[in-house]
């Protein structure tokens, strides 16, 4: 079946890297996502990589994939405290749902001044 | 910038009750979806609807649940009978096609507290 494991917290201080990490079960999955959750608001996609890239890179976001350990992690380089919220991974697949996504638990991220 | 509205944002109801959460997609959007997210768990999956019909539901999408494009703006999400552990937050999101990658956009949420 379709599940994404991720940690449930990490807390970091300003200025350093964070690295969050996820593992997700479907192989046949063709986009994987990180999307960010502050307090009582929506859900903001932060990037994506598919599913045959090993890494992409958007300014202070490194998102690393490892297809077959089935592992994605998301570093955040200079961590500021803006960066509190939480990050969910994500994964999606085609089909005849149209590219449901299947969240994880959500990594609740720390940032100490 | 297109984005996807919901209403209201927080509708308070009595357990037993009907509701209705209102959506309206990124026009030229054809696949539409809500997902819940209780309070501090993750983003379930409930439906996705494409070409005035259900595509996939989870077992969380049940008979108590339905959907509907009323008209050619409106999404809606109908809980016929709600119950305490309806209270969620649901999230209305839409994409231009099902194939190949174009974002999922989401709107910001409907509250809703089942007392």
């Known amino acids: 079946g379709e599940d994404v494991e991720q940690s449930l917290f990490l807390s970091v201080r300003e200025g350093d890297s964070s690295v969050i990490n996820c593992t997700y079960t479907d192989s046949s999955s063709t986009y994987l996502y990180w999307y960010k959750q502050e307090p009582g608001a929506g859900l903001q996609l932060l990037t994506y990589?598919?599913?045959?890239?090993d890494m992409k890179q958007d300014q202070r976001l490194t998102v690393l994939l490892n297809k077959k350990d089935k592992h994605l992690s998301l570093r955040i380089a200079d961590t500021q405290t803006g960066d509190s919220a939480i990050y969910f991974c994500a994964e999606s697949m085609g089909g005849t749902g149209g590219f449901k996504t299947i969240f994880g638990a959500g990594t609740r991220l720390f940032v100490k001044a | 910038e297109p984005e996807v509205t919901q209403t209201p944002s927080h509708q308070v109801t009595q357990m037993g009750q009907e509701v209705i959460l209102r959506c309206v997609p990124i026009?030229?959007?054809?696949?539409f979806y809500w997902y819940r997210q209780i309070l501090g768990q993750k983003v379930e999956f409930l439906v996705s609807f494409y070409n005035n019909e259900i595509s996939e539901k989870s077992e969380i999408f049940d008979d108590q649940f339905s959907v509907e494009r009323p008209d050619g703006s409106n999404f809606t999400l109908k809980i016929r009978s709600t119950k305490l552990e309806d209270s969620a937050m649901y999230f209305c999101a839409s994409r231009e096609t099902g194939f190949g990658y174009n974002e999922q956009f989401f709107g910001p949420g409907t509250r809703l507290t089942v007392l």
């Open positions: 026009s030229n959007h054809l696949y």
């Open positions: 990589i598919f599913s045959n890239m």
